[in-house]
């Protein structure tokens, strides 16, 4: 089976640093797109960062500036580096990956990881 991991989050004070990590495992043929995602309380999931295959970036006007995402393909791996961090960043962060497990077309699909909580400090 997939399986997407977070790691990396945890508490820090505001102005503050983090990164954070998330690997994919298991039968793997091609990853489309992989990115962040976050939900603070009594607030929808939204988009942090995103990359696509091809070489494009998506990013929150919130985050723009302050938010780096990367990813090691030979590891199918991406990371989260967040600097000047803000209390309003507070959240749950869930790591997404849409991927095809064989060729065929119709085993592309979206998979989440279990999330990692990122708590900024005033």
């Known amino acids: 089976q997939v399986q997407l991991v977070e790691s990396g989050g945890g508490l820090v004070q505001a102005g503050g640093s983090l990164r954070l990590s998330c690997a994919a495992s298991?039968?793997?043929?091609?990853?489309?797109?992989m990115g962040w995602y976050r939900q603070a309380p009594g607030k929808q999931r939204e988009l942090v960062a995103n990359?696509?295959?091809?070489?494009?970036?998506d990013y929150a006007s919130s985050v723009k500036g302050r938010f780096t995402i990367s990813g090691d393909n030979a590891k199918n791996t991406v990371y989260l580096q967040m600097d000047s961090l803000k209390p309003e960043d507070t959240a749950v962060y869930y790591c997404?990956?849409?991927?095809?497990?064989?060729?065929?077309?119709?085993?592309?699909?979206?998979?989440w990881g279990q999330g990692t909580q990122v708590t900024v400090s005033s």
């Open positions: 997404s990956a849409i991927l095809a497990t064989t060729q065929a077309k119709e085993t592309m699909v979206r998979y």
């Open positions: 990359n696509i295959s091809g070489g494009s970036q």
């Open positions: 298991g039968s793997i043929f091609r990853i489309n797109a």
